[in-house]
């Protein structure tokens, strides 16, 4: 029976993973310990976190798995230095002394990082080293419920693959088609991130959500969709892409673009993350966005032809695109659709300690018929009740602790059926960047006002940003036109055309904020500007609590579904316990809080600090 920690460090969103025998017993990531959002230090919490969870200890490990081959990595920056000289020299100069230090001595660093955690003999644990993409692979198929499927891994770089198709059968992967850097998917996006004025490795999401303001069919958005196809990359049949590296810096500069060649093509300057979003950004943002959907649907194709699969696993930084996935599934290619919900590199953790149990130790995949393996991706710490009881006391907070889940659930139901926000803990942590409702703030999707409050007073950030849905699993084709399921908030589909208003004449001519605050449906706060919603389906085994305030909202409301996003601030990683719920409840005009059978009120909690500042402490992002 092998015991595998699975870790990834050293670039973004540093993560580890414990698996036994084929089951995920816990993962995190290292942010939501360390306050430090993408946090790429060697994870010391999250390991100590899953060992401890897990009730072993580091000599008991049959192997600790790496999420890539630093390496091969190693040969690759070489070799691309190399090949542009004598372009890229303070690129160069800048990042030699990190990889030799660090990554070219990983096994070490290793070591010496665990043994900061508990002394223990190396000779006993095996350090295994699986491809970037091959880890990327293994979090989306081996927790999947199929027995086969294709399997699509796409982000910007692992070690030369950009880009993967794969073919997942039983407890075995094969790799079958790699895209080579520097021609990556995932670096083009990123590169309109940078120049849209957003933070790569982080602001994809908000260009994903900037897209649909952008004028669908305009003139506009067709030359630069046209100036993308024919100046920036080939597209083949096969979904690989050229990019044509005379406007990109990323392969051995300091930054993405050449910025005066991408001001000159596309007729603007690149926009500073706090400039005013203008209609031009708004339709670059949707030029990419289906440029980007076209690439991953050439690619399913691709991966259909080779496999003769019905079924598709995905990862990678590209499958959080939930838009791209939402259409990908609706154009039948395949049957059915699973996405990893930590695709991005954190996920690699996962992926690496999978890959070595399934792989290397050759463990038999026994199917359990469940929906997927992850149980809900509820697989961090829980807060207890001596946690919360600390909080209070340090705090002198005043809280209402509820005996019975159920009044708990009613009581919260009917303050957020009265327009209130909510910080809502229960249970264990989110892994992977979505809150799904254990680390959730909440809100009345009913309510006109509730993106906007949600965005200016609670999150701090673009009042562009949509806010997902949580919507009863029975529920779901009430609201959304989507059969099946959703679990993890990473496919964007249709509100009912029932539940829509009609637009006003001239709609596309309104600005940015004209549009955004216009009403669209009668959920309001959950519906995006083009009529979508990144939906998440709540199922009562996987989060019975979650399922109850929703019943009960229902019961209060009619609707089965509440608005939810990630329990942060801007700039902050999602909270991890009660204290980092309380600290973000006052520091913001959060209504209430919900910390497991305890709830506190706003109106009660003593007077905040005034010297305390969160905008000082968290770098926006």
Avoid at 119 to 141: I, M, Q, R, T
Avoid at 397 to 419: C, P, R
Avoid at 522 to 544: G, Y
Wanted: charged share 25%.
């Amino acid at each position: 029976m092998a015991k595998v920690l699975g870790i990834s460090a050293f670039y973004h969103d540093s993560a580890a993973a414990i698996v036994e025998n084929g089951k995920i017993i816990a993962a995190a990531q290292e942010e939501r310990f360390t306050r430090k959002k993408h946090d790429p230090n060697f994870p010391i919490n999250a390991v100590k976190f899953c060992l401890e969870y897990a009730g072993t200890n580091v000599n008991e490990l049959d192997t600790i798995v790496f999420y890539d081959k630093p390496l091969l990595k190693f040969e690759r920056l070489l070799e691309t230095y190399y090949a542009f000289a004598p372009k890229g020299l303070r690129s160069f100069i800048t990042s030699m002394p990190v990889w030799l230090k660090e990554k070219v001595f990983l096994k070490k660093l290793i070591h010496d990082s665990m043994k900061e955690i508990e002394g223990y003999d190396k000779s006993k644990v095996k350090l295994l080293f699986p491809e970037h993409h091959l880890s990327h692979a293994a979090s989306a198929f081996y927790p999947s419920s199929f027995e086969e499927s294709a399997i699509i891994t796409i982000d910007g770089v692992g070690e030369w693959a950009t880009a993967s198709i794969c073919h997942g059968k039983g407890n075995s992967i094969t790799i079958l088609k790699e895209l080579k850097f520097p021609h990556s998917l995932g670096l083009l996006y990123s590169a309109f991130t940078y120049f849209l004025g957003f933070r790569v490795n982080s602001g994809e999401y908000k260009l994903m959500g900037l897209a649909p303001y952008g004028n669908v069919g305009s003139e506009e958005v067709k030359n630069y969709v046209k100036i993308i196809k024919n100046e920036l990359i080939e597209i083949n049949e096969d979904g690989s892409v050229w990019i044509n590296q005379s406007y990109f810096n990323y392969a051995t500069g300091l930054r993405m673009v050449n910025d005066s060649k991408w001001e000159t093509l596309f007729g603007f300057k690149r926009r500073n993350a706090e400039d005013e979003l203008e209609q031009k950004h708004c339709n670059l943002g949707l030029a990419i966005q289906e440029v980007t959907e076209e690439i991953v649907l050439l690619m399913a194709q691709e991966a259909k032809r080779l496999t003769g699969s019905d079924y598709l696993c995905m990862a990678g930084g590209v499958a959080l695109n939930c838009v791209s996935n939402g259409k990908l599934l609706n154009s039948g290619v395949f049957k059915d659709i699973f996405i990893t919900p930590p695709s991005g590199d954190a996920g690699g953790a996962l992926g690496a300690a999978l890959a070595g149990d399934y792989i290397y130790f050759n463990t038999p995949r026994i199917l359990s018929g469940n929906r997927d393996e992850l149980q809900g991706s509820y697989l961090g710490n829980e807060v207890t009740e001596d946690d919360i009881n600390r909080t209070v006391k340090k705090y002198k907070a005043v809280a209402t602790k509820y005996d019975d889940v159920n009044q708990l659930s009613k009581a919260t139901a009917k303050i957020l059926s009265e327009g209130n926000v909510v910080g809502w803990v229960q249970g264990r942590m989110e892994f992977g960047p979505r809150a799904l409702g254990a680390r959730s703030i909440l809100g009345d999707p009913r309510n006109e006002e509730m993106q906007k409050k949600l965005n200016l007073k609670i999150k701090y950030r673009e009042s562009f940003r949509p806010f997902a849905p949580s919507v009863l699993a029975d529920d779901s084709e009430e609201y959304f036109d989507h059969k099946g399921i959703s679990p993890y908030m990473l496919l964007v589909q249709p509100v009912k055309k029932e539940r829509r208003k009609i637009l006003p004449d001239g709609y596309e001519g309104f600005n940015l904020k004209e549009k955004l605050y216009y009403l669209r449906s009668d959920l309001p706060a959950i519906t995006h500007i083009d009529f979508s919603a990144r939906i998440q389906t709540v199922h009562k085994d996987t989060n019975p609590n979650y399922y109850d305030l929703i019943s009960e909202f229902k019961k209060i409301t009619g609707v089965g579904v509440v608005v939810n996003t990630s329990f942060n601030v801007r700039g902050e990683p999602i909270v991890c316990t009660s204290d980092d719920a309380y600290r973000c409840f006052m520091r913001t005009e959060m209504d209430y809080l919900v910390v497991g059978n305890y709830l506190f009120d706003k109106k009660q909690q003593p007077e905040w600090q005034k010297t305390d500042n969160w905008q000082e402490e968290f770098v926006l992002d």
